[in-house]
């Protein structure tokens, strides 16, 4: 078995093919089909979806909501404009944070980003992150004669703004684009994005074939879409990301699995769930994941077919689809995904979290 480094996953990405803006409407986005069994490409739309959907199969969608987690502060009098990017709340009202400039941020540091909401630097961590506590002074247990009733998740939504990816740079969509129609339960701070394609009626119109919908949850953190920077595969350090799966999911999926109908991911994230809570069945679960999946190591047990995006060289995330690519069978799983993306470059696919998506089966 090939023992996969980092570099294997690079691969060379004009600047042009980055969608800086999602389909409007968003099922107008392309639809890379590639069928394993007989090796053959197919070029479609996302609305094309059903064609390839059966009556009994199941689609499991991440239901969780992006957070306006990007806060700018500051910026004048001639000082420096600050950037705070909520991470994860690790407590209430303590947070692990992104900063910038890092020293404006110095442990014990008190800073104010409105007259509502002011934050601590409890500590920095190792990996340059700091933990701050935010409050509200005009609380009515703060010292402001003034009240806000205001909770601080409250007044960070209202000061944060999407957190859009480093290489969306020239986005005019607003905040709900980067949602799913789905989106319920906020916490994570980067779209599941190969949920974007999907609308309203594109959901009406897989239901009416006889296919079911399973919403689980993970929050999605900044990990998922860093890339791996150790050499080899088996020294990288997986990020992890809370989850939950109901008992409602597991009765359906179940069922699926006895029935043997097809489990359909839509994205690496609800992968992440499903792979996460099946041991000889799935069972409830919610917890923390740090699940690792990439060629030669992952043991797949539960996905039949994944709708995916196109993903940043040297991510965990192609390093999945090419696992995935390896569980259908394909001998090469590296090569493949790697092929697979150049032919979508040769027609023109758009690629990463506003891009276009690709349907494995």
């Not at 980067?190 to 974007?196: I, M, S, W």
Request: charged share 25%; hydrophobic share 40%.
């Amino acid at each position: 078995m090939n023992e996969y480094r980092t570099s294997d996953f690079d691969y060379v990405l004009p600047k042009s093919f980055i969608a800086q803006n999602p389909a409007n409407p968003r099922d107008t986005s392309k639809l890379l089909v590639y069928d394993t069994v007989n090796d053959r490409i197919y070029h479609k739309h996302f609305y094309d979806l059903p064609d390839y959907l059966e009556t009994g199969d199941t689609l499991v969608v991440n239901r969780s909501k992006v957070i306006p987690a990007r806060i700018l502060f500051g910026g004048h009098f001639g000082k420096p404009q600050k950037e705070i990017f909520l991470l994860k709340e690790e407590s209430e009202n303590i947070f692990n944070v992104l900063v910038k400039p890092g020293r404006l941020f110095l442990e014990g540091k008190n800073f104010i980003i409105a007259q509502d909401l002011h934050g601590e630097v409890l500590e920095i961590l190792e990996d340059g992150t700091r933990n701050v506590k935010f409050w509200n002074p005009m609380s009515e247990d703060g010292f402001s004669t003034e009240v806000s009733n205001s909770t601080v998740h409250d007044l960070l939504e209202k000061y944060g703004t999407a957190p859009l990816p480093p290489y969306i740079k020239e986005s005019t969509a607003d905040f709900e684009r980067y949602q799913t129609v789905y989106a319920k339960e906020k916490g994570s701070i980067a779209a599941p994005t190969a949920g974007l394609h999907f609308t309203p009626e594109l959901i009406s119109n897989i239901r009416k074939i006889g296919v079911d919908m399973q919403e689980v949850l993970l929050h999605v953190g900044r990990g998922t879409f860093l890339p791996v920077s150790a050499d080899k595969l088996t020294e990288h350090k997986m990020h992890s990301e809370f989850y939950v799966f109901s008992k409602e999911n597991a009765d359906a999926l179940n069922k699926a699995k006895s029935d043997h109908q097809r489990i359909i991911a839509v994205g690496t994230t609800s992968v992440r769930v499903l792979e996460s809570v099946y041991d000889n069945g799935f069972l409830p679960k919610s917890g923390e994941t740090d699940i690792f999946i990439y060629p030669g190591k992952h043991h797949w047990k539960t996905v039949d077919a994944l709708i995916t995006n196109f993903h940043l060289p040297k991510s965990t995330l192609i390093m999945l689809v090419a696992s995935f690519l390896q569980h259908k069978g394909v001998k090469d799983p590296v090569a493949k995904i790697l092929s697979l993306y150049e032919v979508a470059k040769e027609n023109n696919y758009r690629f990463f979290s506003f891009g276009d998506a690709m349907m494995i089966f």
